[in-house]
């Protein structure tokens, strides 16, 4: 028997798996080949992915299909060889150990791969049992704080009131950072798994999945998923339920979260009471994110010692990350911690897409930072990527070239920060708002060495003076674009200079007269028409109407239009 | 008060219940199914709840960033201003569809056809520059795609 499988994951689905689907729906004979759907396997750089397998053997592998290929692909469905060039053989997978291989819209794919063993078996053990083999295995959690997992059980089990509740964290807010989605959206069972562990482990009766809104799909396929696992009689005395988030990135946090589920503005309050003495409803409360939760069916299934010898000492374990940006091989990769940055930027991520070197890399979102290219060799661990400035964080990785100028970096997350703050704490709220201004004017070329102090002495009180790690960590993109890259501020304050020439007010677009051939392609696509020129004749650029889209730059094949920066001697 | 509203708002809270827990539901039933929060909802509903108040449905109405207070287009194009579509040139499709549709971000065009939006990251950042019209996302999007999109016909997941 023949299978073929299509990943139908949001990225597939964005790539065009859809149509390539309906396609080899419409091409294929029933009696022969059977047509099945999976999710992302993470490898989003080759999509839409078909795989084919004779008697559950993989024997080919097909990407980047378009539905023209289809009818090609069916005729020489067994005479290629699966590519031996996939990434997946340098990399451990626990959390994703299932995602692309199983439809996620059926319970018994699930189960067939060890799926609710795990279950049967904490629910076994006492919950005290379960508490220590979780925290034997070192797991800590993956949301961002990195706080042990078994740990924070013991806290809620240790809470003699009741009844008691345990949420999934499926906020992910990190814009860059897609892990959760792919889990929820390939494996949703898993985390539905993990997360009644952890509710026989605590004694919760409720079970929430907090999820945002922007994340349709696994939406529904979570709500696909409750019901099966509820058909199938094993969600014991534990009630689940999906509460969709209404957009706010500060709802990630634990403690506006919960308000945000008891129908109020999202704020974090100060802690204690931690959400483990007194969380939703202020019953005693567990919230773990969805890789920690996707975690612990593989931890139950093969002991706490299988899991604790992968990874570091501090950093048990393996980790997903996100690798997105200027990165040649895009997806997602799960590796055991401690594993180089640059082994998995170079040699899993094929380094830049641009081939130009890698300036910096982005870790752990708004509260992380940049990573400069000679720190690559740091090893991804809580410990070492905190020594550099940036953090784990979700484990959001953003690839930056050349081309990327490290103050428009800045200034994007502070925007993004002075846009989120909740607006308790004066500082974070305006603050932000005042270092965001700062770096503004900065890209603009109004920028003034005073300026730099400025924004350190802000970065200095804005941590002091709030209350959550949203604005403790806000000025952690400044901070290390500044001990990192000091250079390129300076370069934008005295020299009116932007190397990466992306912030437009410091760029000018040129047209060397004896390189241009006339041939009327610019003035033809420039969006202002402010490229004036006769066939055939040199054409000029009129730069007081110029907006700066690089459209010229991108289309003129004879290399006459150039860009320049700094000020004119 | 509209008969419509009032009706509209005995409804909601038989669906849901009457309880402060179920503010952010109750706002998100009336975003999907009206297009928008009109205010005079919000205030039959406070006038009939005992337990959800119009200040207080306001003010989460206007925290989170779900909610319009103005009717939205037919349809909706969220352009990812994400880190990874930062980097890879989301600006350039921002400002591509706002010459092409001749609005700002929050605007809907006088038609009422598209409203046009940005938002944090749609989870498909390995295809950036995202874009998701009505609940579709299309990735690789180039400033040169925006028009090619808009005429795009059945949005939808
Ligand atoms: C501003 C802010 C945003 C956060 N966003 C998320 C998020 O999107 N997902 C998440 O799992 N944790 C997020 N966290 C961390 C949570 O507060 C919490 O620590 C985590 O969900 C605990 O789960 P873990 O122990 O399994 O990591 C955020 C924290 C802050 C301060
Ligand atoms: S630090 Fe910022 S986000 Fe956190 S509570 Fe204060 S104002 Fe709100
Ligand atoms: S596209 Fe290049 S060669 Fe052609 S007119 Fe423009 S500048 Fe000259
Ligand atoms: S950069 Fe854009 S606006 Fe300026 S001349 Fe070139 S195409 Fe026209
Ligand atoms: S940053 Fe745009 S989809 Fe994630």
Known sequence: ?569 | MTPSWSNLATELLQRFGDETRYAIPILQAIQTEQGYIPIPLLEAIASKAHHLQANQLYGVATFYSQFTFTPKGVHTIKVCMGTACFVKGAEHIVDAFKSALSIEVGETTVDGSFTLQTVACLGCCSLAPAVMIDGHVFGQVTPERVKELLKTKGFGL
């Not at chain 1, 964005?14 to 419409?26: K, T």
């Not at chain 1, 690798?323 to 091989?329: D, E, F, N, S, T």
């Not at chain 1, 846009?419 to 704490?425: D, L, M, Y």
């Open chain 1, 1 to 569: 028997m023949i299978t073929i499988t299509v990943g139908l994951g949001t990225c597939g689905i964005a790539a065009g798996a859809q149509a390539v689907y309906d396609e080899l729906l419409r091409q294929i004979d029933p009696q022969h080949i059977q047509l099945r759907k999976t999710s992302c396997n993470g490898h989003c750089y080759q999509e839409p992915i078909v795989e084919v397998f004779q008697d559950s053997k993989l024997k080919g592998v097909f990407y980047q299909v378009k539905p023209v290929d289809v009818a090609t692909l069916l005729r020489t469905l067994l005479a290629t060889k699966p590519s031996s060039s996939s990434r997946l053989g340098q990399e451990q997978r626990v959390v994703l150990e299932n995602c692309g291989l199983i439809d996620p819209e059926s319970i018994s794919e699930y189960i067939d791969r060890g799926g609710y063993i795990a279950l049967e078996k904490a629910r076994t053990l006492s919950p005290m049992d379960v508490v220590t083999m979780i925290k034997e295995s070192g797991l800590r959690g993956r949301g961002g704080a990195g706080f042990s997992t078994g740990l924070k059980w013991q806290f809620a089990l240790n809470n003699p009131s009741s009844p008691k509740v345990v949420i999934a964290n499926a906020d992910e807010g990190d814009p860059g950072a897609f892990m959760d989605r792919a889990v929820l959206e390939g494996d949703p069972h898993r985390v539905i798994e993990g997360l009644l562990i952890a509710a026989h482990a605590t004694g919760a009766t409720s079970a929430y999945i907090y999820i945002r809104a922007e994340y349709p799909l696994a939406i529904k396929r979570l709500r696909h998923a409750i019901a099966e696992v509820s058909a199938a009689g094993k969600l014991g005395n534990v009630s689940l339920e999906i509460k969709e988030g209404a957009g706010a990135f500060v709802c990630g946090e634990e403690t506006a979260l919960m308000a945000s589920m008891e129908g109020e503005r999202g704020m974090p309050r100060f802690k204690p009471p931690f959400p483990a003495q007194s969380g939703l409803w202020g019953q005693p409360t567990t919230i773990n994110n969805v890789e920690t939760l996707a975690a612990i069916p593989w931890i139950v299934r093969h002991g706490a010692e299988a899991f604790s010898k992968l990874g570091t000492e501090k950093s048990r374990g393996t980790k997903v990350f996100s690798l997105a940006g200027k990165v040649k091989y895009p997806g997602l990769v799960e590796v055991e911690m401690g594993t180089s940055l640059r082994t998995m930027i170079e040699q899993l991520g094929g380094g830049t897409s641009s081939g130009s070197p890698i300036k910096a890399v982005q870790m752990g979102g708004p509260s992380g930072g940049c990573v400069p290219e000679s720190l690559l060799d740091t090893a991804l661990t809580y410990e070492d990527l905190q020594a550099t400035g940036a953090i784990m964080g979700s484990g959001g990785v953003i690839v930056m070239d050349q081309a990327t100028c490290m103050i428009d970096i800045a200034k994007y997350f502070l925007n993004f920060i002075q846009n989120e703050s909740c607006g308790k704490c004066t500082f974070c709220r305006i603050g932000t708002k005042r270092m965001f201004e700062i770096l503004t004017r900065i890209t603009q070329g109004k920028g003034d060495l005073s300026d730099i102090d400025e924004l350190l002495d802000l970065s200095t009180q804005i941590s002091k003076a709030s209350l959550c790690q949203l604005g403790k960590t806000a000025a952690n993109p400044v901070l290390t674009t500044l001990q990192y890259f000091k250079e390129e501020y300076l370069e934008h304050i005295v020299e009116k200079k932007c190397r990466a020439h992306v912030c437009k007010a410091l760029i000018r677009y040129n047209i060397k007269s004896e390189l241009c051939t006339g041939c009327t392609l610019c003035a033809k696509r420039c969006p202002v028409s402010c490229i004036q020129g006769a066939p055939k004749g040199c054409h000029i650029i009129d730069e007081s109407c110029c907006t700066k889209c690089g459209v010229c730059l991108s289309v003129c094949r004879f290399g006459a239009v150039t860009v320049s920066t700094g000020v004119v001697s």
